[in-house]
Structures are given as C-alpha cells and as structure tokens.
C-alpha cells in the first residue's frame, strides 16, 4: 500500500514551458486535492475534485488545470508556467464522509519541488 | 466562513521543555478538528484528531482537547525532542465538507 504517490520529485522549468503533475492514490479515496505550500503562507488549494470526472476550483486556480479521468489519478496542469508558480506542490486524498471519523483525514503525498526561470 | 487562527512561529525550546501551540477556530456547527505534522522535506502527516466537544485526540506524547466553549485546540507534549522539530498544522472539516481548512502552521525547533 503506497498511499499518495507523486512524480516527479523536482523539475525546473523555464517561463512559458508546460508541464503535468501526476498524483496517485492506491487506497480508493473518492476525493483528492492539489495544494501549493510556499514560504509564510502555509497551505493553499489550488483545485480538488469529489470522484472521478468531476473537478473545482480552490483558492488559487489561477493559472492551473486538472483531471481526474481516472478514479485513483489526479493530474495538475501548468499550461504555461511563471515564476509565481515556484512552489511546493503537494497532492493529497481523502474517503468519503461516513459514520467514521478516520473518514475526514487527508493523506498527503511527499511533494514536488517545482522551480520557474 | 470558516477559518483557523495558530500562533505565529517559530518556536523555538529547549529539549525536555513543556510546549503548547495555540489554536483556535470559527465554525458553525460541530466541526471534527486536527492536527497535522511535516517534518523536514516531507508531506504533512495527520498527528491527532478530535470529532466531538472534549474529546481529547493523543499521540506520539501530543494532546489536544475540543473545547467547544473556548472554541480551542491547542497542542501541547510534555516534554519535547530534538526530533519533534517540523512544522505543525492545526485544522478542521465539518461531516459534509469537501475541503479542510488548515491554519498557516507553526514552525517548531527544539535545541539539544
């Protein structure tokens, strides 16, 4: 059981270049969610979807795209990337809310360190 | 709306110090609240949670208590670790909520 994958690790990009995020979840959570961490200002959502097809826009969606065509798979689209979208990304996912509690945690993935030239 | 309030960082102890970090939070209703932790280079990582009106979430030495009346969840461990030094997220979802909202976090160091 892998819980929240993320690939790549890192990537640096020049202004303008296009690039996807994948995340990947292996524990059938219905929901997952795309988040940029930059220094002072904690955690922000970018976009997050409730099941498979379905997406919405978070606090800053500004600038990124995503699908979820595929239950476990969330992808973050940069389509064309600028140096305000130096961060730290992370995806994270969650089951759906139930008579548990343990239903409301989020499971986070390990990052991607994106830098823009 | 919805929103968590944590104290401002860093802080920064001594090992076997005593350390509270405080929250405190706006919501309706009766939200489920949490706290998380990321440690250097890594996701965050659920360290507790509370569902109910004083319940009291522990683990790895953190506590925290729901205290609907002070609408507060502050952490606190009674002595503390070189290796409790991360960054600690206080946060919250009601049942039906699509998203949690998470507090600005509060980086911790701990000296040896």
């Known amino acids: 059981n892998a819980g929240v994958t993320q690939t790549p690790k890192f990537r640096v990009l020049k202004t303008g270049q296009s690039m996807t995020l994948l995340c990947a979840q292996d524990?059938?959570?219905?929901?997952m969610y795309w988040y940029r961490q930059d220094p002072g200002m904690g955690l922000r959502l970018i976009h997050y979807?409730?099941?498979?097809?379905?997406?919405a826009k978070g606090e800053v969606p500004d600038g990124y795209n995503v699908s979820r065509l595929k239950k476990q798979n969330f992808l973050l689209g940069l389509e064309s990337a600028a140096p305000s979208q130096t961060s730290v990304y992370f995806c994270?996912?969650?089951?759906?809310?139930?008579?548990?509690?343990?239903?409301?945690?989020?499971?986070f993935g390990p990052g991607t360190r994106l830098t823009v030239t | 709306g919805n929103s968590v309030t944590q104290m401002e960082g860093p802080v920064t102890l001594s090992e076997e110090a005593f350390l509270t970090i405080n929250c405190t939070y706006t919501?309706?209703?009766?939200?489920?609240l949490f706290w998380y932790v990321q440690y250097p280079g890594e996701g965050l990582q659920l360290l507790l949670k509370?569902?109910?009106?004083?319940d009291k979430g522990s683990n790895k030495g953190f506590e925290a208590t729901y205290r609907k009346e002070t609408t507060s969840f502050h952490l606190e461990k009674g002595s503390v670790q070189v290796s409790d030094s991360a960054v600690y997220f206080c946060?919250?979802?009601?049942?039906?909520?699509?998203?949690?909202?998470f507090g600005k976090g509060t980086r911790l160091h701990i000296l040896p």
């Open positions: 946060a919250l979802t009601h049942n039906r909520d699509d998203k949690i909202i």
């Open positions: 509370a569902t109910k009106a004083d």
């Open positions: 919501a309706t209703g009766y939200p489920s």
């Open positions: 979807s409730v099941g498979e097809g379905t997406t």
């Open positions: 994270a996912s969650r089951g759906t809310s139930g008579r548990s509690p343990t239903h409301y945690e989020q499971y």
């Open positions: 524990m059938n959570h219905e929901y």
